[in-house]
């Protein structure tokens, strides 16, 4: 499933990269999402979305870190 439909972004690319900003940086934030895909925020509908998201990742960095090892 599409959540950013402007830049052709899937809701498992968007996760992998919260994972992976979050594992390396030890946070991120909606801007540094459509920076890590080279793009911009167009339209804007995406952006609540991807910071739920964000905002899930922080507020279960365990349950995340426990889906890495499986
Ligand atoms: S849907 Fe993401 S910028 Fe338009």
Do not use: W
């Not at 900003?21 to 459509?34: A, S």
Request: aromatic residues 4%; negative net charge.
């Amino acid at each position: 499933m599409f959540i950013c439909i402007c830049n052709a972004l899937s809701e498992a690319d968007i996760d992998n990269c919260i994972t992976e900003c979050i594992k390396t940086d030890g946070c991120c934030k909606p801007l540094t999402v459509y920076q890590k895909f080279e793009c911009g925020l167009q339209c804007g509908k995406c952006a609540c979305e991807v910071e739920e998201m964000i905002n899930d990742h922080h507020a279960t960095p365990a349950a995340s870190s426990s889906l890495e090892k499986a």
